[in-house]
Nanobody, 125 residues
Framework: VQLVESGGGLAQPGGSLRLSCVVS????????MSWARQAPGKGREFVAAIDWGGLHTLYGDSVKGRFTVSRDNFNNILFLQMDGLKPEDSSLYSC???????????????????WGQGTQVTVSS
């Protein structure tokens, strides 16, 4: 099982970035998927999740209305479109999957496993 994130980098406040999570080793169409972030010295924070079919999404309060999670089950890729970026969005962003195919997505970090190494997002002028 391997989840590899990309698309991070430096963005200005108000700018946009699109993160990708390329998955190998399992079929993402059988799992809910999630994005989370972790700043230095802090715990992992839930950002967004999407159910296996892409019909149901959840967002953390701090990103609601600015970030959009989506998925491409055919190519086994998860995305996070980040608009209206703020300096407080600076963090290491990782993707994970639900612990089993039957698990319903929610906002608890413990619902997800197999986190990737992450991609760094820095928002600064």
């Amino acid at each position: 099982v391997q989840l590899v994130e990309s698309g991070g980098g430096l963005a200005q406040p108000g700018g946009s970035l699109r993160l990708s999570c390329v998955v190998s080793g399992f079929d993402i169409s059988n799992h809910g998927m999630s994005w989370a972030r972790q700043a230095p010295g802090k715990g992992r924070e839930f950002v967004a999740a999407i159910d296996w079919g892409g019909l149901h999404t959840l967002y953390g309060d701090s990103v609601k209305g600015r970030f959009t999670v989506s998925r491409d089950n055919f190519n086994n890729i998860l995305f996070l479109q980040m608009d209206g970026l703020k300096p407080e969005d600076s963090s290491l962003y990782s993707c994970g999957r639900t612990v089993s195919w039957a698990t319903v997505i929610d906002t608890s970090i413990d619902t997800y496993v197999d986190w990737g190494q992450g991609t760094q997002v820095t928002v600064s002028s």
